[in-house]
């Protein structure tokens, strides 16, 4: 990589994990980015690869066979992953919402069935299924709903999620729903408070999965919309009481807003790290353009950039473990690192001139994934909006 990292110390362990994923993603998963990208197929082998490091069971309890990792191990492993690819690490990041929601809302046996698996192989491979068509910054203007049938003791969800990532691989949800009451007395349509998650597994009668979509970036990151026809589930699968859900699902987006802005500087720094081999190699003028000072002063704002965004990934980490309110620190390092991503790539093609435009070069497929980061798991706008509050002390 690209000069000294800036950074709050790691501990030897955290530095170690995050060596031995560098290295898995620079032999095993940077290699295999392209044509990943280019088939629009996600490579399941490098899933298994992710398995046999244990990375499956990031966030996943000891208890139940996970790493139990803490924020700036989950940090650092998504920063080195996306540096290999961010299609890779945004599939291991949903995933892990997935086990961070059993874990701490499931029932014991729940725990005891699908965690141990879903550390130790990868499979199923767990789906977050939160957004809908109509319903995006606002889930609570979600529609899919969940009606208890008494005579079975189960719930039947009904509606539409859309971008659901780990759609066609995905093994296992935790999905999102208005819980409807029998007697009309405050139904999904008078009431948002309803809303509580449901673990639902994806071999259900009813769980339909929709067309693959077709996208600008993270093509090898398999993203579908999921219908919900008459799926029933058993009572004890809601996860959380209605009311309680939207709550849980801002909190585990918190913890994965982390995560997904370490992505976005690890995605930077491969951006970086491509633009400064090629300044190094590229002559004009009978010279590197590496000796020209308007590159070099690219080169500097895209390496600060990259530092800063880092430094607010590690401090919300830092709040995260000592037990602060780390929304405000989350957002703020999810805006900048996103921001970061989507500028850093961006002057990364610019200095590779033509060659950066082609499917040549890495920093061609690093610039159309970037955009994501800005988008997903909250929009910048969201961020922002978040970060205000916290300026007003609202
Ligand atoms: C590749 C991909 C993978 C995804 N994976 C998942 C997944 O696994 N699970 C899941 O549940 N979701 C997933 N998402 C959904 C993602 O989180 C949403 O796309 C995102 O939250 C934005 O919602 P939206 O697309 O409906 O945009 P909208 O909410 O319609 O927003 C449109 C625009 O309006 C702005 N806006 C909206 N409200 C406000 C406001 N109050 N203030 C200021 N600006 C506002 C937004 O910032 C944006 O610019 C994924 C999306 C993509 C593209």
Same mark, same amino acid.
């Given at each position: 990589?690209?000069?000294?990292?800036?950074?709050?110390?790691?501990?030897?362990?955290?530095?170690?994990?995050?060596?031995?994923?560098?290295?898995?993603?620079?032999?095993?998963?940077?290699?295999?980015?392209?044509?990943?990208?280019?088939?629009?197929?996600?490579?399941?082998?490098?899933?298994?690869?992710?398995?046999?490091?244990?990375?499956?069971?990031?966030?996943?309890?000891?208890?139940?066979?996970?790493?139990?990792?803490?924020?700036?191990?989950?940090? %650092? %492993?998504?920063?080195?992953?996306?540096?290999?690819?961010?299609? %890779?690490?945004?599939?291991?990041?949903?995933?892990?919402?997935?086990?961070?929601?059993?874990?701490?809302?499931?029932?014991?046996?729940?725990?005891?069935?699908?965690? *141990?698996? &879903?550390?130790?192989?990868?499979?199923?491979?767990? &789906?977050?299924?939160?957004?809908?068509?109509?319903?995006?910054?606002?889930?609570?203007? &979600?529609?899919?709903?969940?009606?208890?049938?008494?005579?079975?003791?189960?719930?039947?969800?009904?509606?539409?999620?859309?971008?659901?990532?780990?759609?066609?691989?995905?093994?296992?949800?935790?999905?999102?729903?208005?819980?409807?009451?029998?007697?009309?007395?405050?139904? *999904?349509?008078?009431?948002?408070?309803?809303?509580?998650?449901?673990?639902?597994?994806?071999?259900?009668?009813?769980?339909?999965?929709?067309?693959?979509?077709?996208?600008?970036?993270?093509?090898?990151?398999?993203?579908?919309?999921?219908?919900?026809?008459?799926?029933?589930?058993?009572?004890?699968?809601?996860?959380?009481?209605?009311?309680?859900?939207?709550?849980?699902?801002?909190?585990?987006?918190?913890?994965?807003?982390?995560?997904?802005?370490?992505?976005?500087?690890?995605?930077?720094?491969?951006?970086?790290?491509?633009?400064?081999?090629?300044?190094?190699?590229?002559?004009?003028?009978?010279?590197?353009?590496?000796?020209?000072?308007?590159?070099?002063?690219?080169?500097?704002? &895209?390496?600060?950039?990259?530092?800063?965004?880092?430094?607010?990934?590690?401090?919300?980490?830092?709040?995260?473990?000592?037990?602060?309110?780390?929304?405000?620190?989350?957002?703020?390092?999810?805006?900048?690192?996103?921001?970061?991503?989507?500028?850093?790539?961006?002057?990364?093609?610019?200095?590779?001139?033509?060659?950066?435009?082609?499917?040549?070069?890495?920093?061609?497929?690093?610039?159309?994934?970037?955009?994501?980061?800005?988008?997903?798991?909250?929009?910048?706008?969201?961020?922002?909006?978040?970060?205000?509050?916290?300026?007003?002390?609202?």
């Amino acid at each position: 990589m690209t000069g000294a990292r800036v950074g709050s110390a790691l501990t030897d362990e955290q530095a170690a994990i995050r060596d031995l994923v560098e290295e898995f993603a620079a032999e095993e998963v940077r290699p295999t980015a392209a044509a990943a990208d280019e088939t629009e197929t996600f490579p399941e082998d490098v899933w298994d690869g992710l398995a046999e490091l244990g990375l499956t069971g990031l966030t996943v309890p000891e208890e139940h066979g996970g790493f139990g990792a803490d924020e700036t191990t989950y940090a %650092v %492993v998504n920063e080195a992953l996306a540096h290999g690819s961010l299609a %890779v690490a945004t599939a291991l990041s949903v995933h892990c919402l997935a086990t961070s929601c059993l874990a701490e809302f499931g029932t014991d046996e729940q725990r005891e069935t699908w965690l *141990p698996e &879903m550390a130790e192989t990868g499979r199923p491979v767990g &789906m977050f299924c939160l957004s809908e068509p109509h319903a995006g910054s606002n889930p609570a203007e &979600m529609s899919t709903t969940a009606t208890y049938d008494a005579d079975t003791d189960e719930y039947v969800l009904n509606g539409e999620k859309q971008w659901i990532t780990n759609g066609r691989r995905g093994g296992v949800a935790i999905v999102f729903a208005k819980v409807a009451r029998e007697d009309g007395d405050g139904g *999904p349509d008078e009431t948002d408070d309803a809303i509580t998650q449901f673990l639902v597994p994806a071999d259900t009668d009813g769980f339909e999965v929709g067309k693959k979509e077709e996208k600008l970036g993270l093509r090898a990151s398999d993203t579908t919309g999921i219908t919900f026809d008459d799926c029933r589930v058993p009572a004890e699968n809601r996860l959380t009481e209605p009311g309680k859900g939207l709550s849980a699902a801002f909190r585990t987006l918190t913890e994965g807003r982390i995560g997904i802005a370490a992505q976005a500087v690890g995605v930077a720094q491969a951006a970086l790290d491509e633009a400064e081999s090629y300044a190094t190699e590229r002559e004009q003028f009978d010279r590197p353009i590496a000796d020209i000072q308007t590159i070099r002063h690219k080169v500097a704002e &895209m390496s600060t950039d990259v530092s800063a965004a880092r430094l607010l990934v590690r401090e919300a980490c830092r709040q995260a473990e000592a037990g602060e309110d780390y929304r405000v620190a989350a957002s703020k390092a999810k805006y900048r690192a996103s921001e970061a991503a989507t500028s850093v790539t961006n002057e990364a093609v610019q200095i590779h001139g033509g060659y950066g435009y082609t499917t040549e070069f890495d920093v061609e497929r690093l610039y159309r994934d970037a955009k994501i980061t800005e988008i997903y798991e909250g929009t910048t706008e969201i961020q922002k909006t978040i970060i205000a509050r916290g300026v007003f002390g609202e």
